[in-house]
């Protein structure tokens, strides 16, 4: 597999953490295409568990889906220690048009500091650190007193349940990294999202006869007007380290032809949540608000539901012990303290904070302005800092 890395001993520091090491392993990370929808994760799985057979670890796949494996690698200690554990999706999103890049998206390219390609920042950048502090504490195991449990996880482009799977069948620890792209910043909060469905009803009637029926289609003004209020608020709401939450309408539909009045008008809500806020009480929240357009017009009646595709905030506190460990971790290799932030994006890390319950923080190679379009990319020296902190961060701690 390994080409510029060829002799080098991963068995030292030097080794494992090397640019050569590491732009080995990206490259071929890179190279296995893991697209969703699409191609899917199975062969990075099995590129996944070759990189880490010489390390010991014991390797374990979980499908939440057949043919849509996550692996969980454990290395344990003699006991005693806390578990850490590094978290990273390996499917990608896809190639919208090739034609937009400079190279092969699938190449792996390294062109002045920077290697591009499809999923080389989000996130086979996170991964390829998690590889690589694997095989450094590999060359330390009895020394460790501590568990490493690393996740590469399926289905996250997609809000499927890879990392909860894996969290399901027992792989959790005390505290986690999830390894997205951040530029080193250490983020301790996300938004969370919940999508809902407005749907005004009314009755339907021959369009010639209007007025005996109940047109849905003209109450959307009083419903986006609410919305409207309702977003300035949420808006409004002050969090030290989000942005605020915001309300968006994103699609209307209604009618199934143009001369019969609709039975229904939907309206889909996007709503991005900040911590403290939930999507059952931000759901109630707006139904409560909406049904106040009753008490003007008899006629007015509506339902907010919820999507079952959606996932709360997550947070820890700003002065987290592992969070600061992992700040002062990033000072020792860069000189500067890591920032305490929060993420504009959402990841698997609400898994590891919410259903896990553990102290969990997102740090990553990588700026996140950088994935999702052509010409992908991710800075290779950020790219060995980032793996040489987690491994700082490992070793102290177990």
Partial sequence: MSSLSEGIDLATPEGALSDAFLQDVLRSLV?????????????MAEMVRRWLEPTGADVHVVEFAPGRPSVAAVMAGSGGGPTLVLNGHMDTVPIDDESLWDSDPFAGDVRNGYMYGRGACDMKAGLT??????HRLASIRDELKGTLILHFVAGEECAEPGALSLVQAGFTGDFGIVTEPTELRVAVAERGLGLYRVRILGQS???SRATLGINPVPRLRGVLQVIDDYEREVMAKPHPLLPGGSCTPTVVRAGVKENAVADYCDLLLDRRLIPGETIEGERAELERRLSALGDDDPDFSCEVTSFEFGFEPAEIPADSKFAAIVADAVKGVTGTRGE?????????VRNLVNDAGMEAVTFGPGNVAECHCANERVSMAQVRQAAEVMARVARDLL
């Fill in 31 to 43: 190279q296995t295409r893991s697209v969703n929808p699409g191609i899917y994760e199975t062969q």
């Fill in 129 to 134: 650190t998690q590889i690589a502090v694997a």
């Fill in 205 to 207: 009637i021959h369009a």
């Fill in 340 to 348: 305490i932030w929060g993420t504009p994006y959402a990841s698997d």
